[in-house]
């Protein structure tokens, strides 16, 4: 049996990898918005579902540890694949055209590096803002103290910067996904062109209801006014 050392090594075992690491991201990525959207809850719901993750203690760090080995993993191999495609073809990525076939070289496909650079800052920088943000305190229906995660992301996206960089980065996100998810799902299993063009569209309605149900969030906080809005409840 190959050792991960080896798999980094070879080709197809690269590919493997990304693809591996990429379905798990998705996961998280589907698990992540359904968390999100407790915001639109009762008013207890964000800070309830936030206090309970944080009450997991030792295995939400096993967690963090795991998904933070999983996105470096993912993005190293993308930068490294990038890097030697570049090196072996020294023409612009941008204005490199296939003949044909199915090999999906389109825009997100294309551009997946660069949207992989930017989400991968967005990350740092987005759990500097809310894991790691300063936040107060709330008190739940049963007088349990929690960290307010709630107002803490109602204020943030009453900033527009945060609202439409999140926005931009979102439509970001969508586009990697859509070449990702095919890209994964082909590399590790299907290969024939039929399945591959169903996986292809699932993959892009996948992208685009995950993509616009995070970037639902920010605009409605920011337009809505935080808790003026019909759909998010403080009291
Ligand atoms: C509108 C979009 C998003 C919102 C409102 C949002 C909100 C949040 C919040 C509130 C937390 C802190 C959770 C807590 O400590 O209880 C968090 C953590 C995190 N988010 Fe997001 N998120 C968004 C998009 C994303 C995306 C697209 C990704 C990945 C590509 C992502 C990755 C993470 C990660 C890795 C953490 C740290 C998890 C932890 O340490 O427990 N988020 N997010």
């Given at each position: 049996m190959p050792?991960?050392?080896e798999?980094?090594?070879?080709q197809?075992?690269?590919?493997?990898?990304?693809?591996?690491?990429?379905v798990?991201l998705?996961?998280?990525i589907?698990?992540?918005l359904?968390?999100n959207?407790?915001?639109?809850g009762e008013?207890d719901?964000?800070?309830?579902?936030s206090h309970f993750l944080?009450e997991?203690g030792?295995l939400?760090w096993?967690?963090?540890?795991?998904l933070?080995?999983?996105f470096?993993i993912?993005?190293?191999?993308?930068?490294s694949?990038?890097?030697?495609?570049r090196k072996?073809?020294?023409v612009?990525y941008?204005?490199?055209?296939?003949?044909g076939?199915?090999?999906?070289q389109?825009?997100s496909?294309?551009s997946?590096t660069?949207?992989?650079?930017?989400?991968?800052?967005?990350?740092?920088?987005?759990v500097?803002?809310f894991?790691?943000?300063?936040?107060?305190?709330?008190?739940?229906?049963?007088g349990t103290?929690?960290?307010d995660?709630?107002?803490l992301v109602?204020?943030?996206?009453?900033?527009?910067?945060?609202a439409?960089?999140y926005t931009?980065?979102m439509?970001?996100?969508?586009?990697h996904?859509?070449?990702g998810?095919w890209?994964?799902f082909?590399?590790l299993?299907v290969?024939?062109k039929?399945a591959?063009a169903?996986?292809?569209?699932?993959g892009?309605i996948?992208?685009?209801v995950?993509a616009?149900g995070f970037?639902?969030?920010?605009l409605?906080i920011?337009?809505?006014?935080?808790c003026?809005?019909a759909l998010i409840?403080?009291?």
């Amino acid at each position: 049996m190959p050792s991960i050392i080896e798999a980094f090594q070879s080709q197809v075992g690269r590919k493997i990898l990304t693809g591996v690491t990429g379905v798990l991201l998705v996961f998280f990525i589907i698990f992540h918005l359904a968390g999100n959207l407790a915001i639109f809850g009762e008013p207890d719901a964000m800070n309830s579902y936030s206090h309970f993750l944080h009450e997991l203690g030792p295995l939400l760090w096993i967690a963090r540890i795991g998904l933070l080995a999983i996105f470096v993993i993912h993005a190293w191999i993308g930068i490294s694949i990038w890097l030697k495609k570049r090196k072996a073809r020294p023409v612009n990525y941008n204005v490199y055209s296939s003949k044909g076939g199915p090999s999906k070289q389109g825009l997100s496909s294309r551009s997946m590096t660069f949207t992989g650079v930017v989400l991968l800052i967005f990350v740092i920088f987005h759990v500097n803002t809310f894991a790691l943000g300063d936040m107060g305190t709330a008190e739940l229906a049963d007088g349990t103290q929690v960290h307010d995660i709630k107002t803490l992301v109602l204020d943030t996206f009453q900033n527009p910067l945060y609202a439409f960089g999140y926005t931009f980065v979102m439509i970001l996100l969508g586009a990697h996904l859509g070449h990702g998810i095919w890209s994964a799902f082909t590399s590790l299993t299907v290969k024939s062109k039929k399945a591959s063009a169903v996986i292809y569209t699932i993959g892009i309605i996948a992208a685009v209801v995950l993509a616009v149900g995070f970037l639902f969030i920010p605009l409605y906080i920011y337009f809505g006014g935080g808790c003026e809005a019909a759909l998010i409840h403080c009291n």
